[in-house]
């Protein structure tokens, strides 16, 4: 996929209020370092739907979330622990939220499928087939 995702193919996601603000204050630091991740973060962040702590629905990926997707156009299954950028760790699968496609992953639910734009400037897309 070459092209940028229009807002009306974007799918639903869901955040809690810590990991909103959290992600709202990495976007914000990020900003000069890593411009198109922090917009793209900023505009997640705009779009999703905020619930408590407590009332995140189970197949939705959040931080600590055991994720298990499929890169659409590699073909390649990837199952990874979606962490905040201090725990990244590429040995034991702990993916930063602060990489494009952890940015891409948090508040998907099972089987939804999102579009990301790669550190090489490729449009990509991956489908979620499982969260624990």
């Known amino acids: 996929m070459n092209t940028t995702p229009s807002q009306g193919q974007l799918p639903a996601i869901t955040l809690t209020d810590t990991v909103q603000e959290r992600l709202s204050e990495l976007a914000a630091a990020a900003g000069d370092r890593l411009p198109e991740l922090a917009e793209f973060l900023e505009r997640e962040l705009d779009r999703a739907c905020v619930v408590p702590d407590d009332a995140l629905p189970p197949s939705t990926v959040t931080i600590g979330s055991r994720v298990t997707f499929v890169d659409c156009d590699t073909r390649?299954?990837?199952?990874?622990?979606?962490?905040?950028?201090?725990?990244?760790?590429?040995?034991?699968?702990?993916?930063?939220?602060?990489?494009?496609?952890?940015?891409?992953l948090v508040g998907l639910h099972t089987g939804q499928s999102i579009g990301w734009k790669?550190?090489?400037?490729?449009?990509?897309?991956?489908?979620v087939e499982s969260v624990r």
Do not use: F, N
């Open 118 to 127: 790669t550190r090489m400037g490729a449009w990509r897309r991956l489908k």
């Open 76 to 104: 390649q299954r990837h199952t990874v622990t979606l962490v905040w950028p201090v725990e990244e760790d590429a040995m034991r699968y702990r993916l930063s939220i602060m990489t494009p496609v952890g940015a891409a």
